[in-house]
T-cell receptor, first 111, second 113 residues
Framework: AQRVTQPEKLLSVFKGAPVELKCNYSYSGSPELFWYVQYSRQRLQLLLR??SRESIKGFTADLNKGETSFHLKKPFAQEEDSAMYYC?????????????FGKGTKLSVKP | NAGVTQTPKFQVLKTGQSMTLQCAQD?????MSWYRQDPGMGLRLIHY???????DQGEVPNGYNVSRSTTEDFPLRLLSAAPSQTSVYFC????????????FGPGTRLTVT
């Protein structure tokens, strides 16, 4: 079964500290993985996608197929990074286009 | 482009009332979907559509109806509102033919009393 697990509901760090938001997935095929961010009471927006291998707002994420993980990292957190972060898994096949979301991690960056 | 738009932004219903949440997109995306967002539950797929005239159920379809008469619009109907349907509802769209970024609407915050 396809599943996305984000083990931390809340992650609290101080400004300037490194951040790692964990994401593990379960999928038998070749996964398409995304990180979405939702700032307070706003719509979800794409932060990054593993296939693009970009760094957005200082965040990076590497797909580790051996550990089935797609952790989101930033070396120095900023207060404006405070938001909800969702990891999502996309799949090909019958329900192509669907994304399966994790339950989300709320990141709080303290001054 | 306006992207994905949703109306209303806020709504309060009494138990048993019905209503329609509107969703529209102007990006000519074939694929559209509805999610509900609840604390600690993430986003759960309610219904989705792969094109005009084609809809299918997601993870939590009970109590909701959808139809897709045009590429642009994908309304979500609550047939008989229940307090358990208190949630934030997001509509999303994406191009078909692969796994692409989903574009989300601003959401509708629904309270059922």
């Amino acid at each position: 079964a396809q599943r996305v697990t984000q083990p931390e509901k809340l992650l609290s760090v101080f400004k300037g500290a490194p951040v790692e938001l964990k994401c593990n997935y379960s999928y038998s095929g070749s996964p398409e993985l995304f990180w979405y961010v939702q700032y307070s009471r706003q719509r979800l927006q794409l932060l990054l996608r593993h296939i693009s291998r970009e760094s957005i707002k200082g965040f990076t994420a590497d797909l580790n197929k051996g550990e089935t993980s797609f952790h989101l990292k930033k070396p120095f957190a900023q207060e404006e990074d405070s938001a909800m972060y969702y990891c999502a898994l996309g799949s090909y096949g019958g329900s192509q286009g669907n994304l399966i979301f994790g339950k989300g991690t709320k990141l709080s960056v303290k001054p | 482009n306006a992207g994905v738009t949703q109306t209303p932004k806020f709504q309060v219903l009494k138990t048993g009332q019905s209503m329609t949440l509107q969703c529209a997109q102007d990006m000519n995306h074939e694929y559209m979907s509805w999610y509900r967002q609840d604390p600690g539950m993430g986003l759960r797929l309610i219904h989705y559509s792969v094109g005009a005239g084609i809809t299918d159920q997601g993870e939590v379809p009970n109590g909701y109806n959808v139809s897709r008469s045009t590429t642009e619009d994908f309304p979500l109907r609550l047939l008989s509102a229940a307090p358990s349907q208190t949630s934030v509802y997001f509509c999303a769209s994406t191009p078909s033919g692969g796994v692409y970024e989903q574009y989300f609407g601003p959401g509708t915050r629904l309270t059922v009393t």
